[in-house]
């Protein structure tokens, strides 16, 4: 356990309504990310962070926001959901410390009607 | 990040030694191979990661080519509890932000 949680585990939602998905660390790591996973294409970056309020994003970042006001919190936000960002949504921190590992989340199962 | 290339899946024997390759031709030199997997629809877990040594711990061992452009993740004696994706990345361990990405990966099957 690297002390990692997301929350909700699950949430359904309905098409235009805006939806936050949290990330919490235990471990003070500097560099955390979200990765969405579908169906036959693995796993894809959305966002990541290398500090707090330093973030960037990743390949498929359209639809989404990230805030990072501190450390222990990666926050995703679905301005106005789509039934095209119903996905498993999973974060992950990595330990720069030692040798890089990402260490991931349990994942977010969300669907939007 | 380098771009790495894995056959999408493969089956293995239980009891049997699972071997997993990965192409990644473009990789640098100051880039690690990192081999990580998925059971189910549980986040992905780290496996073992190299440079240019093999290397073994009590998952698995990698084996990295001399020239580094591709390695072969092994399972020595591969169970049912085997049975995910496996993912395998290349990336260096500068301390900087990257964006990590992952491919698709190896969907291994391990039978009875």
């Known amino acids: 356990d690297a002390g990692i949680t997301q929350s909700p585990r699950h949430k359904v939602t309905e098409t235009g309504t805006p939806v936050t998905l949290r990330c919490h660390q235990t471990?003070?790591?500097?560099?955390m990310y979200w990765y969405r996973q579908d169906p036959g294409h693995g796993l894809r970056l959305i966002h990541y962070?290398?500090?707090?309020?330093?973030?960037d994003k990743g390949e498929v970042s359209d639809g989404y926001s990230v805030s990072r006001s501190k450390t222990e919190d990666f926050l995703l936000t679905l301005e106005s959901a789509t039934s095209s960002q119903t996905s498993v949504y999973f974060c992950?921190?990595?330990?720069?410390?030692?040798?890089?590992?990402?260490?991931f989340g349990s994942g977010t199962q969300l669907s939007v009607l | 990040d380098a771009k790495t290339t894995q056959p999408p899946s493969m089956d293995c024997a239980e009891g049997r030694a699972a071997n997993l390759p990965c192409n990644h031709s473009?990789?640098?030199?100051?880039?690690?191979v990192y081999w990580y997997r998925q059971i189910h629809s549980q986040g992905p877990q780290y496996i073992i990661h190299?440079?240019?040594n093999n290397e073994t711990n009590e998952m698995a061992s990698l084996i990295i080519t001399e020239d580094r452009k591709s390695s072969t993740l092994i399972l020595p004696h591969a169970t049912l509890r085997d049975t995910a994706v496996y993912y395998c990345?290349?990336?260096?361990?500068?301390?900087?932000?990257?964006?990590?990405?992952f491919g698709t990966g190896t969907r291994l099957q391990v039978t009875l």
């Open positions: 190299g440079l240019k």
């Open positions: 471990e003070n790591h500097r560099y």
């Open positions: 990345i290349v990336r260096a361990n500068t301390g900087t932000a990257s964006k990590l990405t």
């Open positions: 962070s290398y500090g707090v309020k330093d973030t």
């Open positions: 473009t990789i640098s030199g100051n880039e690690y």
């Open positions: 992950a921190i990595r330990d720069s410390t030692t040798n890089e590992k990402l260490f």
